[in-house]
């Protein structure tokens, strides 16, 4: 969206406040924001109080990213706010937010009539889709490629309104005026925002506001120079003293007069149907009030959330299935389609190795994992009058919207969303079957319902990251250099699964067969980045199972990243090259990805990573929202009680402009922390459509004592800045695995590590 070139509109609102509506062409929508006593709504993305405060408007989920601070941070750089006077609200669902760039990475999943139409952040079908879908979803790392230049403008159209409302009353030309810390400047004069809001509702923007000459960058200083470790500007996080003190609102926190809790069961995977329950076993529950029998699942309402799950325990409803996921079937299924299974998408460079020879391969596989987030499922609704209520962290509200509306056969105009932030979410909360139960259980209650799972509901009721099997081939040159190099990955169609689920409401099963023996290009994501080889030849084979899948972060990089550097590795240590150099020889094209190798090997010491040196290298690159990102990381690593254990992690990591330095180190180390739990842990079995881990700690995530220390380098640039939440995650697998070999000379070819082989 773009809302720099538009006319104003100003008339009373309701509240007592102004609304300023910017007119959005080529569509037309109302002000989301609603201004309250005192407030002026300048246009979707900001507000002005009488006080100073200006509040900005948020249409991501936060889910510990640091959403809620970055686009803030973005719009008050360019409107020259103070930083200590921006609150943050929520926006409402709202096709003036649409997420344009990952409307446009997604395209296959909506099916456009016409794909070929609808692949670009600029097409006017794209637009109009995701404007009348309100899709704002949170998703890919596309926060600063969709909201950066929306949010400048609206900086720059409220700043020069200010400025022309502080020149009238000066007498002076209104672009000779500056705005620093909340103020309006001309010589002596100045003017607070507070003072001039009113004012400022009366004057137009220029139709092209003038932008600050320099885009919204934290500065930052490089290791070595004399004031190293400080910065320029400070952007402390605008969530971090709620978060501290407890104050801040979760899902789990929301709290309604009359509410009840719920717990909830459900049936094994896949297709399966509640089939009885004896309810005089939970007779004698205090505080029970009432059990819901949904299709494929049995709910228990009571006074605490206690009472309501510890009811479901003593019943242990019985399910009917249709089909069961089996660990043993998958295992089986993945290894046919990797020796014999005609692939169903293709990606090649240079010839795709035609003539190829193969020298050398081998074979990996990964593990289903569990998303495992902190703060399991849970949501609440009210039901009143036709009206739904739904307090929810979602990362894709008008879905859940949408969901919700079909379920209990009202208008989706009848659904009202509150956004509410998540404690973790790794794209768990892409999924919106909570919107469907709760709604169904807010009619039943007639009366507000927050719906928990507990953790063994999340483990059994959530889709995990795909499981995969993987064979990676190469024609060698004589000195060992890669001539092609070739890779067959079968994997479910796990995004156009994905999709169906999302965007036609489909059942997991539907869904399952609906997409079986599709294309899915995402499936392979960052197989062929990085390297120069001169032939490559990628396939994906599609694998239909029974268990349904979902997107994690990192996406398909996590793997194939997995997959590649450690092929590589084998590579460079059969031919005694050493294994950075042996990179950089097939980087001649990036430059920069040679400098963050360089980077990690400084930070690290490196030392070839000789035999019993217990030190790892792995690089990746991902490109996405027209940015790239670029990381490099060496693990320290040895055998330790019970598996491997990780000592240290440095990592250089190139992404380009950096709007806020703690933000972007914070989501990084989150980042490589997330890759060390998919490397150790995150897995899980099934057995009869149950995953065979139930509780948290059975999946072997890294406590506090496991964190290794960790080193991040950020490289200055002044390229288009790459969001910081994926990246680290991809490298992370291959360093510890490659560093494994170093220190034990154990070769590791399978997620999590150290994992039992198929």
């Known amino acids: 969206m773009n809302i720099s070139r538009r006319g104003v509109l100003v008339g009373a609102a309701v509240g007592g406040g102004l609304l300023v509506a910017w007119s959005l062409l080529p569509r037309n929508f109302d002000n989301p924001l609603d201004p309250g006593p005192g407030e002026i709504a300048f246009d979707a993305w900001l507000k002005i109080a009488d006080d100073g405060v200006v509040t ?35 926006a409402p669902v709202n096709g003036a937010y649409a997420n344009i760039p990952l409307a446009a990475r997604w395209a296959p999943l909506w099916r456009p009539l016409i794909p070929a139409l609808a692949d670009e952040p600029g097409d006017l079908l794209l637009e109009r889709w995701a404007q009348d879908n309100r899709f704002t979803v949170t998703a890919e790392g596309t926060q600063l490629a ?77 290791i070595g120079e004399e004031e190293a470790g400080e910065r320029l500007l400070d952007w402390p996080r605008l969530d971090l003293p709620s978060k501290v003190d407890g104050s801040y609102i979760f899902a789990a926190d929301v709290r309604l007069p009359d509410m009840v809790h719920a717990a909830i069961r459900h049936g094994p995977m896949d297709e399966s149907t509640l089939l009885d329950f004896d309810a005089s076993l939970a007779s004698g529950q205090q505080g029970l009030i009432k059990l819901v029998r949904g299709k494929r699942w049995l709910a228990a309402l009571a006074d605490n959330w ?21 660990s043993e079937e998958i295992v089986a299924a993945l290894d046919d389609a990797v020796r014999r299974g005609t692939p169903a998408f293709t990606e090649t460079r240079g010839t795709g190795g035609t003539d190829y020879t193969p020298d050398f391969a081998l074979r990996y596989d990964v593990a289903p994992a569990l998303h495992a987030p902190l703060e399991t499922t849970t949501a609440t609704a009210r039901l009143s009058d036709g009206v739904l209520e739904m307090w929810l962290p979602t990362q894709a509200p008008e879905a859940a919207r949408e969901a919700a509306a ?68 190469a024609e060698l040159m004589q000195e060992g250099s890669i001539k092609c190099l070739r890779a067959r990955i079968a994997a479910p169609s796990t995004m156009p699964e994905f999709g169906r689920r999302l965007f036609a409401n489909s059942t997991s099963w539907a869904a399952i067969d609906a997409v079986a023996g599709d294309a899915d290009p995402m499936a392979v994501e960052g197989m062929m980045q990085s390297y120069g080889i001169p032939d490559m030849f990628v396939e994906h084979i599609p694998v239909t199972l029974d268990l ?62 000789i035999s019993g040196s217990g030190q790892g ?33 440095f990592a250089a990591v190139n992404i380009g402009r950096i709007v806020n330095r703690d933000i972007a180190l914070q989501q990084i ?71 494994f070999f170093s220190a034990t000379g154990l070769r590791l070819r399978r997620l999590p590590l150290l994992s039992a082989s198929p």
């Open 56 to 90: 900005v408007a948020v249409p991501q989920l936060e889910m510990g990213q640091g959403v809620t601070t970055v686009l803030p941070q973005i719009v008050a750089m360019e409107l020259g706010a103070d930083w200590r006077q921006i609150a943050v609200e929520p």
């Open 146 to 222: 969709a909201y950066e230049a929306a949010c400048r403008d609206a900086g720059a159209s409220a700043r020069a309104v200010l400025a022309m409302a502080a020149a009238e009353r000066w007498g002076v030309d209104w672009e000779q005026c500056t705005a620093e810390n909340g103020f309006i400047y001309n010589d002596e004069n100045r003017a607070s925002f507070a003072e001039l809001a009113l004012d400022a509702a009366r004057f137009d923007p220029p139709d092209l506001p003038a932008l600050r000459p320099e885009a919204p960058a934290e500065n930052l200083l490089v």
């Open 306 to 326: 206690w009472a309501a799950e510890e009811a479901l325990r003593r019943i242990a409803p019985r399910f009917a299935v249709s089909r069961s996921v089996e």
């Open 406 to 473: 079909r379920a209990l056969g009202i208008s989706s105009g009848n659904v009202v969303l509150y956004p509410v932030a998540a404690g973790g979410s790794f794209d768990r909360r892409l999924d919106n079957q909570v919107a469907i139960e709760v709604a169904l259980l807010a009619r039943e209650a007639g009366r507000p319902v927050q719906l928990t799972w507990s953790r063994w509901q999340e483990h059994l009721a959530s889709y995990p990251r795909p499981p995969i099997a993987a064979l990676m081939g």
């Open 548 to 609: 349904p899948t979902a997107r994690m972060r990192g996406g398909a990089h996590s793997y194939t990243c997995f997959f590649r550097e450690s092929f590589v590795d084998e590579i460079a240590v059969r031919h005694e090259r050493e294994p950075l150099s042996y990179r950089i020889a097939m980087l001649g094209q990036d430059a920069p990805m040679v400098d963050v190798l360089q980077r990690a090997a400084r930070l690290a010491e490196w030392d070839g990573g």
């Open 617 to 649: 290298l792995a690089c990746h690159r991902m490109d996405a929202g027209g940015a790239t990102g670029r990381i490099a990381v060496i693990a320290q690593a040895s055998a330790g009680e019970g598996g491997v254990r990780v000592r240290r992690i």
């Open 669 to 739: 180390e989150g980042g490589l922390v997330f890759g060390l739990g998919l490397a150790l842990g995150s897995a899980t079995e099934y057995a009869e459509g149950l995953p065979t881990h139930q509780r948290l700690a059975a999946l072997g995530l890294p406590t506090l004592a496991d964190c290794p220390e960790i080193t991040v380098e950020l490289v200055q640039s002044a390229d288009e800045p790459f969001d910081p939440g994926e990246i680290g995650v991809p490298p992370v697998a291959p360093a510890v695995a490659n560093a």
